[in-house]
């Protein structure tokens, strides 16, 4: 028996194998995430910063909690506010996705849906993107969504570079895919 055979499929597994490690990079060093008290689960290239901000939303001075990190250039970040009834949950969409967009050159708006891991219905969320010009004059890609569940509405954005590699813009839907109610 040769060992030819074996060693061009040893060979040949070898370079297939040196293909995938760009997918296995240690930049982006996926991790679920949970948003305490809020039910979402998020994906998370990186450990992430939290921070609580208060800022006017639906007319009411509301707190922000916000979990975000940096890898591979790009920005995510999560951040979800309480409101006072499920009433007012689109209109604190509405009105987070206005100040977010209103920087925007191009924005573009669609649906998409954030999926329940433990089998519950998906809830439809609104999602824009476009290029936001920051103070400098750098221009910043900007991928954003918003949704509620419940009392609670969130949004999930990711920033980074106005020119975006093919890796940075997997790594976007993988945080944006990755966001789950358990």
């Given at each position: 028996?040769?060992?030819r055979?074996?060693s061009?499929?040893?060979?040949?597994l070898?370079?297939?194998?040196?293909?995938?490690l760009?997918?296995?990079?240690?930049?982006?060093?996926?991790?679920?995430v949970?948003?305490?008290?809020?039910?979402?689960?998020?994906?998370?290239p990186?450990?992430p910063?939290?921070?609580?901000?208060?800022?006017?939303l639906?007319?009411?001075?509301r707190e922000i909690?916000?979990?975000?990190?940096?890898?591979?250039g790009q920005?995510?970040?999560v951040?979800?506010?309480?409101?006072?009834?499920?009433?007012q949950?689109?209109?604190?969409i509405?009105?987070?996705?206005?100040a977010t967009?209103?920087?925007m050159?191009?924005?573009?708006a669609?649906?998409?849906l954030?999926?329940s891991?433990?089998?519950g219905?998906?809830a439809v969320?609104q999602?824009?993107g476009g290029?936001?010009?920051?103070?400098g004059?750098?221009a910043?890609?900007?991928?954003?969504?918003w949704?509620a569940?419940?009392l609670?509405?969130?949004?999930?954005?990711?920033l980074?570079p106005?020119?975006?590699?093919?890796?940075?813009?997997e790594?976007?839907?993988t945080f944006?895919?990755?966001?789950?109610f358990?």
């Amino acid at each position: 028996m040769s060992s030819r055979p074996h060693s061009a499929c040893l060979a040949t597994l070898a370079i297939l194998a040196a293909g995938l490690l760009p997918g296995c990079s240690p930049v982006y060093n996926w991790r679920e995430v949970s948003l305490d008290p809020a039910p979402l689960r998020a994906m998370l290239p990186c450990k992430p910063d939290r921070a609580v901000r208060t800022v006017p939303l639906g007319g009411v001075a509301r707190e922000i909690a916000m979990a975000g990190c940096e890898a591979g250039g790009q920005t995510f970040a999560v951040a979800h506010v309480r409101v006072n009834d499920v009433s007012q949950g689109p209109e604190v969409i509405a009105q987070w996705r206005a100040a977010t967009s209103a920087g925007m050159r191009a924005p573009t708006a669609g649906t998409s849906l954030v999926r329940s891991a433990g089998g519950g219905a998906p809830a439809v969320a609104q999602r824009s993107g476009g290029q936001l010009v920051k103070a400098g004059g750098e221009a910043v890609q900007v991928d954003a969504v918003w949704f509620a569940q419940g009392l609670v509405v969130y949004q999930a954005m990711v920033l980074g570079p106005a020119k975006q590699p093919a890796a940075a813009r997997e790594s976007t839907e993988t945080f944006l895919e990755g966001l789950r109610f358990p």
